[in-house]
């Protein structure tokens, strides 16, 4: 079964709100990662975040991560038309397998 | 050039044909990886390779076989197609550095139609 369960499974803001994803995952992990897809193109890594840290930045992207409840949550701040597309974490386990399990992914659309 | 190349891009077949799906990278990574995308279901690992001796199966790797030809190549077989086998299909790569976070670097996906 799959790692990750995204929540929303679909979020539709005006362009500048801030948007939130979250993600919960069932066991331990090296590291979680989101990605983005535009509709039907290839995944793009975003943000990695390691299970020894509890918050990340870059640009406009604020991930957080909650290791005692399986949980992290990304948050796009003023959020653009073209950042409408679907978003994805993934985790990679601490067994060091090499594999990295997505989830469910959430689908934003963000009006002008 | 893009640095993971799929094809073919889109493929119709009928059931019970034996597709292969292709997949060459530029990056130098040793991992490379084959996920299948549903609508409503993410992206599910199929088979995934560490290097050229090094096979794995995923989470749905039944009717699906895979083939490392090189450091830089990594095919996905299918036997014998079948209708729920229709889907868009992933390449990925991942490098052990950056103290193992092995980030992916997608292909832009092969869209697989099985009538």
């Known amino acids: 079964s799959q790692q990750g369960e995204e929540d929303p499974q679909a979020l539709s803001i005006q362009e500048g709100e801030n948007a939130t994803m979250n993600c919960s995952y069932k066991t331990s992990i090296n590291n979680l990662q989101w990605y983005r897809q535009n509709s039907g193109r290839g995944l793009v890594h975003l943000i990695l975040i390691r299970s020894n840290e509890r918050e990340k930045h870059s640009g406009r992207l604020r991930v957080t991560l909650d290791t005692s409840k399986k949980s992290s949550s990304l948050l796009i701040t003023a959020s653009r038309a073209a950042d409408t597309a679907s978003y994805f974490c993934?985790?990679?386990?601490?067994?060091?397998?090499?594999?990295?399990?997505f989830g469910q992914g959430t689908t934003l659309q963000v009006k002008p | 050039d893009a640095d993971v190349t799929q094809t073919p891009r889109n493929r119709i077949t009928k059931t019970g044909k034996r597709i292969m799906l292709e997949c060459s990278q530029t990056k130098g990574h040793d991992r490379m990886y084959w996920y299948r995308q549903d609508p409503g279901l993410g992206l599910r690992l199929i088979y995934y390779?560490?290097?050229?001796?090094?096979?794995n199966k995923g989470e749905i790797s039944d009717g699906y076989s895979v083939s490392r030809q090189a450091q830089a190549k990594f095919s996905l077989s299918l036997e014998s197609a079948i209708p729920n086998q229709t889907a868009l299909y992933f390449c990925?790569?991942?490098?052990?550095?950056?103290?193992?976070?092995?980030?992916?670097?997608f292909g832009a996906g092969s869209r697989l139609t099985v009538l």
């Open positions: 990925a790569t991942g490098g052990a550095g950056d103290s193992g976070a092995n980030v992916l670097t």
């Open positions: 993934a985790t990679r386990g601490s067994s060091n397998t090499g594999k990295l399990i």
């Open positions: 390779s560490f290097d050229v001796k090094d096979i």
